[in-house]
Each structure stands twice: as C-alpha cells, then as structure tokens.
C-alpha cells in the first residue's frame, strides 16, 4: 500500500454544495404537510371560492402531528402555509381570505405558529410551502400580485423562527376565483414573479435556508411525484426550459432533474416528494391506501439511497390530527431505520486501503461516523479499492457508501465485491456516490471479504464511509 506524506486535503473537482446545501445534505428524510379547505371539500387543487368557515378542524394538535411524524424517523417538516386554493394558514396583513376568517381558534388562531413552535419543541426542523399561484386573490396574473407574495413570503420568514427549506411549488397559473372574476389568467412562468428578487428575501431573511423549485436556486425538484430519484442521480444539475430557452419555475424539461447533469458546474442536488397517500391532502376514501413500511423502505432506497433526500407528505385528516393508519406506517417506517443502520459490521472488520494520501486520510475514517472526515488519495490517484476482511463469514445485506462531498462528487463508476469460500464474486456495479449510495442485497448474504473497487473518477478520492449492515426484516 502506497503512504503518501500529504497533509493538504485534495483540491475540490468540478461543483461544491455551500454551507447550507451540507447541512441539508445531512437531513435525507424530512416531512410534507398538505392542510387546506381540500381536507374538508374533498379536492385536491381548491378552485379560490371555498369559504374559510369550511376550515375547522375541532381536534387540532400540533405535537401530534409533529410526533407522528418525527416517529418516521423525519428530522423535519415542510408546512403548506398556503397551497393554490389561496386560504393563508396564518393571520396576514396581504388577504382577507385567511385563517382569521375560519370558526378555528374563534378566528384567533395561528397555524403556522402552532406547528413551527411544536417542531422547535420537539428537535425538528421546520420549512415553508408558499403557493406562487393563488386561484382566490383577486389582483393574481396583474402587475400588483408579486408584491403581494413577496409580502406574504416576508412574514413567513420573519415571524416563525428558523426555517430551513423555502418550496416554491411549479403549478402556476390558470382558471380560478380571483375575487369573483372565475376566469383563467395566464402568465409568462420565466418573468412573472421576478424569481431573483424572491430569493434575495430568502436570502436576506434566512440565510440559512435551503430554496427549492425546478430550478433551485440550492435543491431541484426531482421531476416525479412518486419519490423516487434515477440511478445514477447526480448532485450536479442545468435546468433548461421547456423550449431550450432559460428555465424557471414550472417551465422546465423536468424529466432531467431525475438524473441530473453529471458535467453541470451548479450543485443542485434532487429532491424526491411524495404522498403517504394516493393523494396530497387527506381524504377519507384513501384510509385503506396508506403506503406499507415495505413500500416506504423501498422508496428511501431509491431516494435517499441514490443520493437525494425522502420528502414524505404527511396529511392531517379533518380532525387536524394524523390518521392513526398514517401513524402506524410512520411508526414502523421509522423503528425500521433506525433498527436496520444502529450497527456498522465494517467496524468489527479489518480494513485495508489501496493507498493513503496521508495519515490524516487513513482508512479508519471510513467508519468513524463522521461526514467530514474521510479517506483520501494522493494526488493524480483517481482509483482505488477499499477492503473490509472478516475474522469469519459475515451476513451482510445493506452497503452504504458516502463522497466526502465538500470536495465535489467525483467518483464516476465503481464496483463491490464479495468473497465467498475463497471465489469474488460480483455484488453491485454503479456510477454516482455523492452524499450517500446504499446497495440493497436480495437477502443476506455471509461474506469473507468486501471490498470496494472506483474504478474511474475525476480526481483523487474522497470517501467518508463504507459502511456494512444487516437488516434483519429483510
């Protein structure tokens, strides 16, 4: 094995996250929460007209929305301030048509501020949905509407606290109330809204929030609603739009976001959303839909595990509590996680490296449980094998690898091994690592040996972990 006396951390390759985008990086699993007039009309695009008098959940609970949902093993939760009905879930200055017209709380209450004060209760992160489009204001699709969004985003990020993601949804524009008029109204998705001045609030206000849209500016949209990311799934990404012009929000060819763009110079990691339901809002006929553990390990495999984050919606039912069939999923999702990854096998392994950088680059960072340290080579070694040895066979049937991907994702293809009764033999042959890949074995398997082989990569390496699991519930 080569020992480099290199002190220096590898120069960064291509694309980097910011502070920000690290930080979520290391969130992977968080929550959606859809809440609206469609919870009680039965709908799942409100038309503007509903009455806020509809809105009344009689048993409203905050924690245990919250609690079901951290259960999940969620480390967040996204709130639909306002979806495109237009009802504001909070008492603003910008509309009538908002929570303080509804028989909740006596029209005193304050949703936003019930469900940001429970996250903050019980150690989770708390985000906000904003609705560009709003079918029910009256001034929408004319010049004075930006500025009221741009004012409504202003007391979201002002009056709740930390937030640490800002969704603009890409649904904008079409028939809906507005005050009465019951028309369509069309606008030019690239310039109506003057994204950049929406982000400089973002910015301005929180800092340290993550954006999200098709576009970005920090995380993409995956391009599917059925939370799942494409293999490979890189971090790097050049939104175009629909007509190969400049991309915006809600204009743009979306199929891509499912892989990204492996040579972009933009780190625009995905994001993959999707419904513990068949639909975004709760309805009843759906209470026998809710997706299986089964089902949802199966998606945090393919999102999470290919390198972009799980966004699963949780929606309250008219009571404004979560169902007890969605918390039984949540539940059994979440004991499931933490269960399946509480155990690095590689730990109680021997580990050998094909070469060292430096003594601060060694092989035990792969298995010290910390993202910023990481095993490293010398400069001008873009392959590499990294070698776990058992003192007898081993079940394995979880890998988890991780980039060190401060430095950029920089592994390009790669291959896992196992030996078993002294023969290799092939286990998984992949592309992009980045923040996290997981390779999930049909069953367990005992294994001698596993070993790592990056076969082709765009600068030294930089792996953090090569971790080795047994799921026992298959």
């Not at 409203?60 to 237009?86: E, T, Y």
């Not at 501020?113 to 708390?126: M, P, T, V, W």
């Not at 367990?444 to 596993?450: G, L, M, S």
Request: net charge neutral; with cysteine; aromatic share 12%.
């Amino acid at each position: 094995m080569l020992i480099a006396a290199d002190t220096n951390p590898p120069a960064p390759a291509g694309a980097t996250p910011s502070p920000r985008q690290l930080a979520w990086h290391q969130m992977e699993t968080y929550a959606f929460m859809h809440f609206s007039p469609n919870t009680f009309t039965d709908r799942e695009w409100g038309y503007g007209d509903e009455d806020p008098k509809q809105f009344n959940p009689t048993q409203f609970d905050a924690n245990q929305i919250v609690r079901s949902v951290k259960a999940g093993g969620m480390k967040g939760l996204i709130m639909v301030c306002k979806h495109h009905d237009g009802l504001c879930l909070w008492p603003t200055k910008t509309t009538t048509h908002s929570i303080a017209q509804s028989p909740w709380r006596g029209g005193k209450g304050d949703m936003v501020r019930e469900i940001s004060d429970a996250c903050r209760k019980q150690g989770l992160k708390f985000g906000v949905y904003l609705s560009p489009w709003d079918r029910n204001h009256p001034v929408y699709g004319k010049a004075g509407y930006p500025d009221v969004y741009r004012a409504q985003l202003t007391e979201l990020l002002t009056n709740y606290g930390e937030v640490f993601e800002v969704w603009h949804d890409g649904a904008n524009g079409g028939d809906g109330y507005y005050g009465g008029a019951r028309e369509t109204r069309s606008i030019d998705r690239r310039t109506y809204y003057d994204w950049p001045r929406n982000w400089e609030i973002v910015r301005r206000l929180q800092p340290n929030a993550v954006i999200f849209s098709d576009v970005g500016p920090d995380i993409r949209w995956v391009g599917n609603e059925s939370g799942f990311a494409g293999d490979p799934c890189w971090a790097t990404y050049s939104p175009v739009g629909e007509d190969g012009t400049a991309a915006a929000p809600g204009f743009t060819k979306y199929k891509e976001g499912e892989t990204g763009h492996r040579n972009s110079q933009n780190w625009l990691p995905a994001e993959c959303d999707v419904s513990i339901r068949p639909g975004w809002f709760w309805h009843a006929a759906e209470d026998d839909k809710v997706r299986s553990v089964e089902n949802l390990k199966d998606l945090y495999f393919k999102s999470v595990g290919r390198g972009a984050s799980f966004l699963l919606n949780v929606p309250p039912d008219r009571r404004g509590l979560v169902h007890e069939q969605d918390v039984v999923a949540l539940k059994g999702f979440g004991d499931w996680l933490q269960k399946a990854f509480s155990r690095d096998l590689a730990r109680g392994g021997q580990i050998t490296v094909s070469s060292v950088r430096g003594p601060r680059f060694a092989a035990n960072a792969l298995t010290d449980g910390k993202r910023d340290t990481y095993w490293s080579t010398p400069d001008g070694t873009t392959t590499g094998t990294v070698e776990v040895s058992f003192a007898k066979p081993t079940a394995v049937n979880i890998l988890r690898i991780r980039e060190a991907i401060a430095l950029g994702q920089r592994v390009d293809e790669f291959t896992v091994e196992g030996e078993r009764d002294g023969r290799w033999e092939p286990v998984f042959q992949g592309q992009s690592i980045g923040s996290c890949r997981l390779i999930r074995l049909e069953k367990p398997t005992e294994f001698t040996k596993i070993r790592l082989r990056i076969t082709q990569a765009t600068g030294s390496l930089a792996i953090s972990e090569f971790g080795l699991f047994l799921d026992t519930a298959g």
